[in-house]
T-cell receptor
Framework: GAVVSQHPSRVICKSGTSVKIECRSL??????MFWYRQFPKQSLMLMAT?????????EQGVEKDKFLINHASLTLSTLTVTSAHPEDSSFYIC?????????????FGSGTQLSVL | LAKTTQPISMDSYEGQEVNITCSHN???????ITWYQQFPSQGPRFIIQ???TKVTNEVASLFIPADRKSSTLSLPRVSLSDTAVYYC?????????????FGKGTTLSVSS
């Protein structure tokens, strides 16, 4: 089946630095990808919708200047957390929909655990 | 997007059948019902998807009544490895290009 690869799986950084997370659709093209954030023992919260070749759509309350999203190709979307602070520490997950008619239509990456010191 | 309501938690023992019911009173005509499983520090994993009536695959069954305002995920003979959070999601994907919105999910704890 379709696979979404997300890297890195874990990153630790100092406060004030920027971190880039990559999300790739390995065997299908994704004009749209979704980025979620998950705090411990909470559900996934949609942050933004990444659109290939155009600007991302951010959910209310998500700072677009802090969470930069680039979807430069049909198989790659990146999320850059700029000037990261400890409160940005979270589990970030990307997902991509396919055009499959039956069965699983939305595939998720394995997630990135960000820890900001 | 339809809002879903699930029990926060459920407990079970190995070998038992577990049924998790999800309410989605505002489901739209084009919406599918999809269930995902999530282990700690992992991305959600697809379990099953349906539109109406009953769907069965190698890991679970999904029962959807005619009015589609609820659905029940049935896990036969659970094991310790089924301990996870289960999410019921409703939405029209991928045609609409809209994301699935996660509710709080159901934490299933399986004991020996």
């Amino acid at each position: 089946g379709a696979v979404v690869s997300q890297h890195p799986s874990r990153v630790i950084c100092k406060s004030g630095t920027s971190v880039k997370i990559e999300c790739r659709s390995l065997d299908f093209q994704a004009t749209t990808m979704f980025w979620y954030r998950q705090f411990p023992k909470q559900s996934l919260m949609l942050m933004a919708t990444s659109n290939e070749g155009s600007k991302a759509t951010y959910e209310q309350g998500v700072e677009k200047d802090k969470f930069l999203i680039n979807h430069a190709s049909l198989t790659l979307s990146t999320l850059t957390v700029t000037s990261a602070h400890p409160e940005d520490s979270s589990f970030y997950i990307c997902s991509a929909p396919t055009q499959q008619v039956f069965g699983e239509k939305l595939f998720f990456g394995s997630g990135t655990q960000l820890s900001v010191l | 997007l339809a809002k879903t309501t699930q029990p926060i938690s459920m407990d079970s023992y190995e070998g038992q059948e577990v049924n998790i019911t999800c309410s989605h009173n505002n489901i739209a005509t084009n919406d599918y019902i999809t269930w995902y499983q999530q282990f700690p520090s992992q991305g959600p994993r697809f379990i099953i998807q349906g539109y109406k009536t009953k769907v069965t695959n190698e890991v679970a069954s999904l029962f959807i009544p005619a009015d589609r305002k609820s659905s029940t995920l049935s896990l036969p003979r659970v094991s310790l490895s089924d301990t996870a959070v289960y999410y019921c999601l409703v939405g029209d994907i991928p045609q609409a290009g809209t994301a699935l919105i996660f509710g709080k999910g159901t934490t299933l704890s399986v004991s020996s």
